[in-house]
């Protein structure tokens, strides 16, 4: 696990929104990636991302569309064996957050299980992005997607 995203477990949700805050979108993944659920803020912060890799969400698989790959579409990898399932749209758009540039997950027409979720990234490092979800308008969750690069 890189370095940083072991810093980010540690942290509250206030201090990884100001990291967000202050990324920019930069390139949109393309292929697999790792996810990491970060549950900031809450006991065992470590043991729930651990868990929740285990037994519920791997990361996100992107398939990018020509000329510029800047949209897509997207599985997710869930379930013990890594099912890919639950698609979405990948696109930029302003943040939920803070108005600014974001590459959306939107699964609003999609999915009917997720059709109340999007989820935002951007990139913090190279290959590493920091996640918001969105429940409707509610945030209840960050998480963390390396790519391979």
């Known amino acids: ?14 201090e ?17 990636t790792q996810g990491t659920a970060i549950l900031a803020g809450g006991p ?10 285990i ?11 020509k000329p510029n790959f800047d949209s897509g579409v997207l599985v997710n ?13 990948v696109y930029r758009d302003p943040s939920w957050m803070d108005g600014k540039d974001t590459i959306v997950i939107d699964y609003s027409k999609t ?6 979720i999007r989820d935002e990234i951007r990139e913090v ?5 920091l996640g918001k979800v969105w429940w409707g308008n509610r945030r209840i969750l960050d ?7």
């Open 1 to 14: 696990m890189n370095e940083t995203l072991q810093r980010w477990l540690t942290l509250s949700r206030e």
């Open 16 to 32: 990884l929104d100001e990291i967000y805050k202050k990324a920019r979108p930069g390139n949109i993944p393309q292929g697999d």
């Open 44 to 53: 065992f912060p470590r043991l729930f991302a651990r868990i929740a890799r």
């Open 55 to 65: 037994l519920a969400w791997q990361g996100k698989v992107f398939d990018l569309f």
């Open 77 to 89: 990898k869930v379930s013990p064996a890594g099912i890919n399932l639950i698609a979405a749209k």
């Open 111 to 116: 999915s009917l299980f997720a059709r109340q």
């Open 125 to 129: 490092e190279p290959g590493l992005y």
């Open 143 to 149: 998480f963390a997607l390396e790519t391979n690069t």
